[in-house]
């Protein structure tokens, strides 16, 4: 069988953003049944890399057990963390997160071993992207000679670039959204999933000079924006593209995002424009923002961000959940934070009050350490109602 894989260019010019066009604002109808979500992060699986099939099935179905007795019903898992593969790919390397090493080869398949497991558990599983990380070491030498990161910078290519932060893809090149693109429609092919979701790494904060060749090209063209606004709208028309590739595969698939929890940094610093993902169709079915902050901290806590986001226009087919951080309980990160096991348990209240569709908890490998072991339990409390 041929697969041909088509991508529609989203080369930012003034006249060529495909913005969808903004909809009437309707009251949000709130689903009844709430979301039970957990993130599960390459590093949350980190010790299962380089077992046989049979050593890894045992972790995996370990693992899920334990995601459904809490009480979860949703998992979020990693598929593409830094452009490589927890999966089997033509696309990508694999992960060395999975493998011995980065791009080594695996005789199986791990995704199929989740998959068959969070079946089993009656556990629900959409695939976790982030699209523009590669590596947070920018030294090319670590990557794989063949992969297609190291093969743009051989080439020179603008559509990677390294930066004192680590190595990136460029989201204002064609060449990056169109390999980004292409994974999307690799993994929807191989793969029965409930939906692809990203979170909230879009522009790199030290990203200055990584599109002004694509910048440059745009105001050569006629464009009038200020970067800042071109750099949105050119994540905007990225975010579109993802949403048209999925709903492509099926209106059933879930296409979901992850913004971080204040919105001057998502706007002026990440360039994404939340408040209108949630405000118009196209972009995202949901939008899970990160809240991870205590109620008692004096700047950006958790009941100020909660009561922002909730004051947001959302069109009446979106679904909001709550991000929230199980990986700060029982830490010093304040007093709050280890000495009270009912943060999140309250969080999660809080949540309720404002009718939203349910929360996401970060991340799998907190349920199992001893710090957070009563809040765990706090939190169990919470499902069973």
Not at 19 to 32: D, L
Not at 48 to 65: H, L, N
Not at 361 to 372: K, P, Q, V
Request: one cysteine or more; glycine letters at 4%.
């Amino acid at each position: 069988m041929i697969i041909v894989l088509l991508f529609s260019g989203c080369q930012p010019k003034k006249s060529e953003i495909p913005i969808p066009e903004p909809t009437t604002q309707t009251p949000v109808e709130v689903n009844e049944e709430e979301l039970h979500g957990i993130w599960i992060s390459c590093y949350d699986i980190e010790n299962s890399s380089g077992k046989s099939r049979e050593e890894y099935s045992v972790i995996i179905d370990d693992m899920f057990r334990k995601i459904s007795e809490t009480g979860f019903d949703t998992a979020f898992i990693h598929m593409r963390a830094f452009s490589d593969a927890l999966y089997q790919s033509e696309l990508f390397p694999t992960s060395k997160y999975i493998a011995k090493s980065r791009g080594a080869k695996l005789e199986y398949d791990p995704f199929e071993v989740i998959l068959e497991s969070a079946e089993k558990y009656n556990v629900s599983v959409h695939g976790w992207l982030n699209p523009f990380r590669i590596s947070y070491d920018n030294d090319p030498a670590l990557l794989c000679e063949d992969e297609a990161a190291i093969k743009f910078i051989n080439e020179k290519s603008t559509a990677v670039g390294i930066l004192d932060s680590g190595i990136f893809y460029n989201p204002a090149s064609e060449e990056a959204q169109k390999l980004i693109l292409d994974g999307i429609r690799e993994i929807l092919m191989k793969y029965d999933i409930d939906g692809i979701h990203i979170d909230d790494y879009f522009y790199p904060e030290d990203c200055e000079k990584l599109d002004s060749a694509e910048y440059e090209a745009y105001i050569s063209s006629g464009g009038m924006l200020e970067k800042a606004d071109w750099r949105r709208a050119t994540i905007d028309a990225f975010v579109a593209s993802i949403y048209k590739t999925v709903k492509s595969f099926s209106s059933e698939l879930i296409f979901s995002i992850s913004p971080a929890a204040r919105k001057e940094y998502n706007y002026d610093v990440m360039f994404a424009d939340c408040e209108k993902w949630l405000s118009n169709e196209g972009y995202a079915d949901w939008i899970i923002p990160q809240l991870y902050f205590g109620f008692e901290r004096k700047s950006f806590n958790f009941s100020t961000l909660l009561d922002e986001w909730d004051s947001y226009a959302r069109i009446n087919n979106i679904k909001i959940f709550c991000g929230l951080a199980l990986y700060k309980a029982g830490t010093d990160e304040s007093e709050e934070w280890l000495n009270n096991s009912e943060v999140i348990s309250a969080q999660i209240d809080a949540v309720r009050s404002k009718k939203w569709n349910g929360f996401v908890i970060f991340s799998y490998s907190d349920l199992e350490r001893n710090e957070a072991s009563a809040s765990v339990e706090k939190i169990k409390e919470r499902l069973r109602k």
